[in-house]
């Protein structure tokens, strides 16, 4: 594999224990390039996760990464954060190491239009797996960046499945939903993670217990933010293991057969705050995205646990 064959991509990320994970199996695949983090208010808010991406980077040794701080708050709403699921650090369960260095000076949504400028068109795939902030700022602030992009590969919504935060919303749609409108609205191609498929993509013991096998700092750590993060929803959901939100989206670029999905017109309320966050398909409209819905969790899991031990 040359390093022109390999996939690059930038994660926006609200960290957050999948959002841990994600990272994690991005670095660990030799497939993908990492050219940034860029850091979104959601789960906890700035600079919790910030403080969370460089404390991860620093725990993997690839501070080579740099990180941009992105929107400290929704377009238009308030900021829902997630403490209840995911612990006042965001990241509860493990202990990181204190970074060696900070922040870049840019803000992510000009790091991200600054990227997208530079590049060739629909050479830039964009990993949103936190709320959609920073990605829909780009698109306002400069248009021009939307055929540069090659996918936005996003984590979010509930089209079938129940919602997370409300009974029709899914959390990261939740918080900012007129930036998602955004996203939906732009004309760069979309594949939308929602829970119609990450509900299926339930964490194990026996999966916690092939990581803890490593003994290794990353995977220790890996293994310790996951049995703190499912306590929330094997008690709200009854299950045996947490779902692996945010990792869906990197398991995707490393092999896309591990899914199936299909094509839609989506949309997602973002007026009525009855039922503000719900996104939906539209009947007969034209397809604006690939909406996935299965996955081989047996695949899945191996390549999480593969990838995450080679750190
Ligand atoms: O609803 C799950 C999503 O919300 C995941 O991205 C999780 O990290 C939280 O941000
Ligand atoms: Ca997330």
Not at 161 to 171: H, P, R, V
Not at 227 to 234: P, S, T
Not at 261 to 272: E, L, Q, S
Request: net charge negative; with cysteine; aromatic share 6%.
């Amino acid at each position: 594999m040359t390093e022109t064959t390999k996939r690059s991509l930038i994660l926006d990320t609200d960290p957050g224990q999948d959002d841990a994970i994600a990272l994690f199996l991005a670095l660990g695949s030799p497939e993908l390039i990492v050219e940034a983090v860029t850091t979104v208010a959601g789960n906890v808010p700035q600079p919790l996760v910030t403080e969370n991406a460089l404390g991860l980077l620093a725990l993997a040794d690839r501070e080579d990464i740099p990180v941009y701080r992105g929107c400290e708050r929704p377009m238009l709403r308030d900021l829902a954060t997630a403490e209840h699921v995911h612990g006042p650090s965001g990241v509860d369960g493990a202990i990181l190491p204190q970074p060696s260095r900070g922040a870049e000076p840019e803000h992510a949504v000009d790091a991200i239009i600054d990227r997208c400028l530079a590049s060739g068109d629909a050479t830039v795939t964009l990993c949103p797996i936190g709320p959609l902030t920073n990605i829909a700022m780009a698109i306002v602030k400069e248009p021009s960046i939307v055929p540069k992009i090659r996918e936005i590969v996003w984590m979010g919504g509930a089209f079938k499945e129940t919602g997370n935060t409300t009974t029709l919303a899914e959390f990261n749609a939740f918080v900012d939903p007129h930036a998602a409108h955004v996203v939906f609205t732009a004309g760069a191609p979309l594949t939308i993670f929602p829970l119609d498929v990450t509900h299926k993509a339930l964490m194990a013991p026996v999966h916690v217990e092939g990581l803890e096998a490593f003994g290794s700092p990353v995977a220790d750590a890996a293994a310790g933010m996951i049995r703190f993060y499912e306590k929330h929803d094997v008690d709200k959901y009854d299950i045996v293991g947490a779902p692996l939100h945010d990792p869906c989206v990197i398991a995707y670029l490393i092999d896309p057969s591990i899914f199936r999905g299909h094509t839609a017109h989506v949309a997602i309320d973002h007026n009525n705050e009855g039922s503000i966050g719900n996104t939906y398909e539209v009947e007969g409209g034209a397809p604006t995205a690939t909406v996935m819905t299965e996955v081989d969790a047996d695949r899945f899991f191996s390549l999480v646990i593969e990838r995450i031990g080679t750190l």
